[in-house]
């Protein structure tokens, strides 16, 4: 009676770990295995960050001698579902001091983006061709595709390993775009699990040569968003780099649509 | 100092006054120091350009926030025009801005159009062309007095604007390498009256309308303004003395109603430009300078134009503009079609610090033209130093008759 007993736990005891078994199996399973690149670039893209932000913005380029040449900018953005409308005005330095780029980006690759430029010297707003995110944004090592949205679908995307970076446990993910013009044959992210965050990148250029290197840093909770305060873009092949610093880091403000217009950037001055 | 319209300037000052006083008011002074110089290639290389420029401007606001103000003043030596050497007021005026409306009373520079380089709607600020297109196409523009208010939506805006006071063009002195010299004979005695510029008055003020709108990459802008011909029509009276012949000329500014628009559509790397006036009240001049006929015909001025950014900081611009004067009559002096073509390529290099250019203005009439290269260079983001050659060609035409006038330039400006 007794042998039968134990028989009994012991038969109950193996089908519970089985079930165990299977069922985080079945997780770690979808974890590594169904979960893939494209998973993690949707979730990067859709961290919450606030329907509107603004943001002091200091650059510094440095070349390879040392010799720094700093811009201030103040920058504003205003989420419109999967559109975005943003503002930038530059404050420092003085030849460019007043300079407004007003951009409307749709996520659609179908549609281009909308762009303005209103430059001090000519006093007259222009607009600009969209499609040139490939260029160098005033000068800095970083694209305008850099610090805009791609769209998700416009790189085929794949998870390559896990990885510890400064204690935090990241996914690695190469990105790979599907149009062959693009100025990068690849780039490896480095995407905080916890916060859906990138903390590093690494762009390749068209030979597959490591071209530039960006590491995200000072990443602190502001009005309940993570936010990086550092990006430091280094270009490992000009021995140029470009720190962006933000101060006064604001989400969730209500900024009005009526800031987002041409007229704003006309005026040659931000309130 | 040279100060006009103490009226107006007494408002302007007053308002400025009255937010600067405020507590809290806050400015900040900005400005640049610039010189010029333009040393002609040829024997005897005379000095074409040599001018050296200092301008202070500041944006003052105090506590009502829709309300600030803008002065700026600049002190300025010609070593080659001394009529030019002179302190003065530049633009100062008054802003409100409200949420859906924008007002401006003052002196301001008001630049319309989507054209580089050639007026075609962009004729609401008279132009100083004493230095002909040597002098940056964005510096010859002439502040205006005026009262301009804006109604802003979110995706177009309407521009009224009032200009009390009438202001004109500034044409080369005689005694300058830019002047145009009229053929002259023995028996030919010239006498020109002082020009006078239209009183004043309320109805003699000028008027323009415009609407802008902006799309998804598309913008567009009608307009009509009520204007002066902002250079005169030389009117002559013609008298015969034995031999001599007495030429009086009596320059006479007209009325002029110039309806117009312009669009800017960006397509990928392009951005197709396009930009028109029909012009109402236009006077011209005959070609023989013994008649007396001054000739009024409508005029339309085209332009289009095609921006191409193919990436690499490159920038390349291309236009071709034409007036034309219709129901044209073979005496008028002017070509019934004037035809200019301009080009322009640049290329930033050094993480934007060095820029060679190249810009050409091609007058397609007379096999004539204009070219100018130069490099850019940002010692620091302050301090730049531009270099470059002027190079004139052609036997006849608006640049051909500055054959003579190639020129070796350079500039250097400190901002701060």
């Known amino acids: 009676m007794l042998q039968k007993q134990n028989a009994e736990i012991v038969k109950t005891a193996l089908i519970l770990f089985a079930a165990l078994v299977l069922i985080y199996g079945n997780v770690s399973y979808a974890k590594s295995g169904n979960f893939t690149g494209r998973d993690v670039a949707v979730l990067v893209h859709e961290r919450p960050d606030g329907d509107d932000r603004k943001v002091d913005m200091t650059i510094t380029l440095i070349n390879k001698r040392g010799k720094k040449r700093v811009r201030s900018v103040v ?13 930038m005005y530059f404050r420092k330095p003085s030849d460019v001091k007043g300079t407004g780029f007003l951009q409307f980006d749709y996520d ?25 995110k ?47 013009d693009y100025i990068y044959s690849k780039v490896i992210t480095w995407v905080r699990k916890d916060i859906h965050m990138p903390v590093r990148a690494e762009f390749y250029d068209r030979h597959s040569k490591l071209l530039k290197k960006l590491t995200y840093s000072d990443i602190k909770m ?21 720190l962006i610093e933000y101060t006064n880091v604001h989400h969730n403000l209500g900024l009005k ?15 | 100092m040279i100060l006009r319209n ?31 110089q333009s040393i002609k290639q040829n024997e005897p290389n005379d000095f074409l350009s040599s001018r050296t420029k200092v301008h202070l401007e500041s944006w003052v606001t105090g506590e009502i926030d829709e309300l600030s103000a803008f002065a700026s003043v600049y002190a300025a030596y010609n070593g080659v025009y001394y009529d030019e050497t002179e302190l003065d007021i530049w633009e100062v005026f008054v802003d409100y801005s409200a949420e859906n409306w924008d007002l401006r009373l003052g002196k301001q520079t008001i630049i319309w159009g989507k054209a580089d380089g050639i007026a075609i709607t962009d004729i609401v600020s008279p132009k100083d062309y004493t230095e002909f297109l040597i002098r940056d196409f964005d510096d010859i523009r002439i502040p205006v007095t005026a009262l301009k208010w804006k109604y802003i939506s979110d995706n177009f805006d309407i521009e009224i604007i009032y200009l009390p006071l009438i202001e004109k063009s500034i044409l080369p002195p005689d005694d300058c390498p830019w002047s145009v010299k009229a053929e002259t004979s023995k028996f030919i005695n010239i006498e020109y009256e002082n020009e006078e510029l239209p009183r004043s008055t309320f109805e003699n003020g000028e008027i323009a309308v415009k609407y802008n709108r902006y799309g998804r990459g598309i913008d567009y802008s009608i307009s009509i303004f009520r204007t002066w011909d902002d250079l005169p029509v030389f009117h002559r009276e013609v008298s015969f003395s034995g031999s001599m012949i007495n030429i009086n000329v009596t320059p006479r500014f007209h009325r002029l109603t110039v309806a117009g628009g312009d669009i800017a559509w960006a397509k990928r790397e392009f951005v197709v430009r396009g930009e028109a006036t029909f012009c109402s009240g236009k006077h011209f001049e005959p070609e023989n300078p013994l008649s007396e006929k001054i000739y009024e015909n409508n005029s339309l001025n085209m332009l289009a134009g095609v921006d191409y950014t193919p990436g ?53 009439n007379d096999g004539d033209g204009f070219m100018r290269f130069s490099v850019d260079y940002a010692v620091t983001d302050d301090f730049h130093m531009i270099a470059g050659i002027d190079i004139f060609y052609g036997d006849e035409g608006r640049m051909g008759m500055y054959d003579d006038n190639d020129g070796i330039f350079l500039k250097v400006k400190y901002s701060f």
């Open chain 1, 257 to 271: 649509d009526n800031l987002f217009r041409v007229s704003t950037i006309a005026r040659g001055k931000i309130k």
């Open chain 1, 75 to 87: 920058s504003m953005k205003k989420e419109y579902g999967k559109d975005s409308k943003s503002i």
């Open chain 1, 108 to 132: 659609d690759s179908g549609n281009e983006d909308d762009r303005w430029l209103y430059l001090p010297a000519l006093k007259k707003v222009r607009r600009i061709a969209g499609s040139s």
């Open chain 2, 312 to 364: 690499n900081n490159w920038m390349f611009t291309a236009q071709l503009a034409d007036m034309y004067i219709l129901n044209y009559e073979d005496e008028i002096m002017n070509d019934e079609h004037s035809k200019t073509g301009t080009l322009s390529i640049s290329k930033k290099l050094l993480h934007e610090t060095l820029e060679p250019s190249l810009m050409c203005y091609f007058g397609l």
């Open chain 2, 6 to 36: 103490i009226t107006l300037y007494t408002v302007v000052f007053t308002a400025l006054f009255f937010t600067t006083i405020s507590s809290g008011f806050e400015y900040e002074l900005n400005g640049f120091v610039d010189t010029f």
């Open chain 1, 222 to 242: 502001v009005d309940g968003f993570w936010t990086p305060h550092k990006l430091l873009m280094e270009n490992v092949q000009h021995n140029h780099q470009t």
């Open chain 1, 134 to 180: 490939n260029d160098y944004f005033m000068g800095t090592d970083f694209t305008y595709d850099d610090l805009g949205d791609r769209n998700v679908d416009d790189d085929i995307h794949t998870l390559l390993r896990e990885e510890e970076i400064e204690g935090h446990s990241c996914w690695v993910k190469k990105a790979e775009a599907r149009d062959n």
